[in-house]
């Protein structure tokens, strides 16, 4: 057996925590090969090289793939599928957005979020927005998996694999890239920052939304909400955690204001240790969390903030 594993890619460079995270889910596989595919990826190539158990790495570097676009990506993903067994992606927004396309085209399912592969044809994903787990058995002749990353841990470096030029069909211009919009910040990434504070609606305002980024700022962590937070509009989207939003394992997580929605449950639950700030004491995020405080969010943050060196 052999996997094939497609890079998570950003502005032409490796988003090395995804794409190891998903190296580490499938090393039991078989021999991997990392695909990464984008524009002006040679750096990119070399850092998938060093991920600690890939045999292989194919570079696919051509303008077309610049902006992750379905079509052609997909139509490159099937190009190489011949010989592997497994056909696996990091669970972002790129790889939902293509590998169902991956599937379709190789007339197989998807199996999406595996959070533990217990066979080569058995896998583990959670449903019910995260309260039960499936186990899931395919006999297809490819596997098409999305990876919960949130599940594992990253793949260290020291490998040393070979990069190799892909040959490849361009794909069709079904759809064009017009821009991208992408909030600027100094904070950690979210989905794999190691602490993340996190408001809800408890908050109140898009104002009082400050409360969490300083708190956030001083912790050195990324900034979170709950869909309620940014369905009011006191965050912008991609700061939203939950099962429509990002799946987050941090070493901390903070819930200021939050309830405990199943939906927000099902984006932080796999957090190490969670502590919850609410005044409703019979809040449903206090089951989940390691450290509770009952207290005005008003008094408790700013009070907490300032005790941070």
């Not at 199943?262 to 004491?281: P, R, T, W």
């Not at 509770?292 to 060196?309: H, I, M, N, Q």
Request: with cysteine; charged share 20%; hydrophobic share 50%.
């Amino acid at each position: 057996m052999s996997v094939l594993v497609f890079a998570e890619v950003a502005n032409g460079e490796l988003v090395r925590d995804a794409t190891a995270k998903a190296v580490t889910a499938v090393q039991a596989l078989g021999a991997v090969t990392i695909l990464v595919a984008g524009a002006d990826i040679a750096n990119a190539a070399a850092d998938a090289s060093k991920i600690a158990g890939v045999a292989k790495v194919l570079a696919a570097d051509d303008p077309s793939f610049a902006h992750r676009l379905a079509e052609p990506v997909s139509a490159l993903i099937r190009d190489v599928a011949d010989g592997y067994s497994h056909i696996v992606a990091p669970g972002t927004a790129d790889a939902k957005n293509i590998l169902p396309r991956v599937a379709a085209m190789l007339d197989v399912m998807v199996i999406s979020d595996v959070m533990a592969i217990i066979a080569p044809d058995c896998f583990v994903r959670p449903i019910y927005a995260g309260n039960a787990v499936q186990t899931v058995t395919s006999s297809d002749s490819i596997k098409v998996l999305t990876i919960r990353t949130a599940s594992f841990q990253p793949a260290t470096d020291g490998g040393n694999a070979p990069v190799e030029k892909v040959d490849f069909t361009a794909g069709p211009a079904l759809s064009a890239w017009v821009e991208d919009r992408v909030t600027a910040s100094d904070r950690p990434v979210l989905t794999s920052a190691k602490i993340v504070v996190s408001g809800g609606r408890g908050v109140g305002s898009e104002a009082d939304f400050e409360l969490i980024s300083l708190l956030a700022d001083k912790l050195g962590a990324a900034v979170g909400a709950s869909r309620a937070a940014v369905d009011a509009g006191f965050a912008p989207n991609d700061w939203q955690v939950g099962q429509t939003g990002k799946v987050v394992a941090p070493e901390l997580y903070i819930a200021v204001g939050i309830s405990g929605a199943i939906q927000h449950l099902a984006g932080m639950k796999d957090s190490k240790i969670i502590v919850a700030i609410n005044k409703d004491e019979d809040a449903p995020i206090f089951d989940v969390a390691d450290y509770g405080l009952v207290a005005d969010l008003f008094e408790a943050v700013p009070l907490l903030t300032d005790t941070v060196s």
